[in-house]
C-alpha cells in the first residue's frame, strides 16, 4: 500500500481547525500533521482534558482525516535558542512569561515533555520540531572567523544534550518518538552535524529526524544519502520542494539578507514539482529503507497561491508515490520458490 499524503498545518494555522479540515479533504489530503498553533492542537488542553482530546479526532474523522504526528516546531526552537524579541512573536505568552532567556528556554523546555504527554494521549507516536541552535550558540560560528576550534562546537553540543536528554526520557517514557526537522540554524543541519547531534545524545532511541529534502538541496547536501545514512531513525517526512542557482547573482546561498520571493535570491522554496528536487529518487530511498509513514506537504511557496499549491502537491505526491516490490523483479522465474 502506498503512503498516506497528509497536510502539514503549520503554514496553515490562521484557519481554525473546523474549516481547514474539510479544505484539506477538498485538496485531496488523507490527514494533516498537527501544528501545535492556532487552534490546531493545544497541548494544554489535551493534557487537562479527555473530552478536548476526543473533540480533535472527531472533527478530523467527520472528514475522513487521520493524524499520524504533531509539530511543535515554535516551541522546540526556543529550547536552545539565544532569546530575543523575534521569539515573542512565536511563543505563547505564559511561556515568554518576563522575556527573561533562560526561563523562557527553561519554560519551553518542559511544554515539549508536556507534548510527549499529549501526543500520547491522542494516539501518536511522532513530535516534529525544532531544538534551536545551543544556548552556547554556535551557529553564529558555521563561517570559522575568528577561528573556530573543535572544543567551541563540543561545547555547543554538549549544552545541545544537557537541554535534550530529560526532553527525550520524557518521550521514551511516554512511547514516542522525536523527529528533528534538520535545517539550517538547527543543531542538525547536514549529514555531519545530524550524525554529531546524535552522538551527543548518545544514540538515545527517542531521537530521530523528519526529513525534508528542501534545506538540503541548495546546500549541496545529498538528500538521498541522508536517508540511506538513518534509515532507522527517519520517523516523518515532508514533502517540500525547492530552486537554486537560478538567482541574478548578487545573492548568494546565505540569502543576502533578502525575503523569500525576491528575484534575486539563490535560492526559494517551490511547490513539490516545481522545483529541482529528485522526488523519485526520495521514494525509491523510501521503500529502500522500508519508511511507511505519511508523506506531509509542507508548503511554502511565496509567488503562488496556496490553496492551487497544496492541492497541485498533494495530487503530485499521490501520483509519484508507489509501494515496494516486496521481492526481486525477477523472483517468477526461480520456480523453486
Not at 99 to 112: C, K, L, S, T
Not at 316 to 323: A, E, G, I, V
Request: hydrophobic letters at 40%; a negative charge; aromatic letters at 12%.
Amino acid at each position: 500500500m502506498a503512503r498516506p499524503i497528509a497536510l502539514f498545518t503549520g503554514q496553515w494555522a490562521d484557519l481554525p481547525l473546523r474549516e481547514l479540515a474539510p479544505l484539506a479533504k477538498r485538496m485531496g489530503y488523507d490527514g494533516l500533521e498537527l501544528a501545535c498553533a492556532g487552534d490546531h492542537f493545544d497541548v494544554q488542553q489535551a493534557l487537562a482534558s479527555d473530552d478536548y482530546v476526543q473533540r480533535q479526532r472527531a472533527l478530523l474523522e467527520s472528514h475522513g482525516l487521520q493524524c499520524w504526528a504533531l509539530s511543535n516546531h515554535l516551541v522546540g526552537q526556543a529550547v536552545c535558542d539565544r532569546i530575543d524579541e523575534r521569539h515573542r512573536a512565536i511563543l505563547p505568552e505564559r511561556l515568554w512569561g518576563d522575556g527573561d532567556p533562560e526561563g523562557v528556554r527553561r519554560r519551553a523546555a518542559r511544554e515539549m515533555q508536556d507534548t510527549a504527554a499529549a501526543a500520547a494521549r491522542f494516539g501518536v507516536k511522532t513530535v516534529t520540531g525544532f531544538t534551536g541552535f545551543t544556548g552556547s550558540s554556535i551557529w553564529h560560528a558555521v563561517y570559522g572567523f575568528p577561528p573556530t576550534s573543535q572544543a567551541y562546537w563540543d561545547a555547543g553540543y554538549a549544552d545541545f544534550a544537557e537541554r535534550w536528554l530529560p526532553i527525550l526520557d520524557a518521550f521514551d517514557a511516554h512511547g514516542v518518538n522525536f523527529a528533528l526537522e534538520v535545517h539550517p540554524i538547527e543543531i542538525a543541519f547536514d549529514i555531519a552535524s545530524s550524525q554529531r547531534a546524535l552522538q551527543a545524545v548518545g544514540g538515545h532511541r527517542r531521537f530521530g529526524f523528519n526529513f525534508d529534502p528542501s534545506h538540503f538541496a541548495y546546500q549541496g547536501v545529498d538528500y538521498v544519502k541522508f536517508i540511506r545514512s538513518f534509515p532507522d531513525r527517519i520517523h516523518n517526512a515532508h514533502m517540500k520542494d525547492v530552486w537554486w542557482d537560478r538567482g541574478d547573482g548578487t545573492v548568494g546561498v546565505f540569502g543576502g539578507h533578502t525575503s523569500f520571493g525576491d528575484p534575486r535570491r539563490y535560492w526559494d522554496f517551490r511547490s513539490v514539482g516545481r522545483g529541482r528536487v529528485d522526488f523519485e529518487s526520495i521514494i525509491v530511498a523510501l521503500n529502500d529503507i522500508g519508511y511507511a509513514g505519511p508523506l506531509s506537504v509542507e508548503w511554502e511557496d511565496s509567488r503562488m497561491d496556496r490553496v492551487h499549491g497544496a492541492t497541485e502537491s498533494a495530487a503530485y505526491c499521490r501520483r509519484l508515490d508507489f509501494p515496494s516490490a516486496g521481492r526481486a523483479f525477477d523472483a517468477a522465474f526461480d520456480t523453486r520458490r
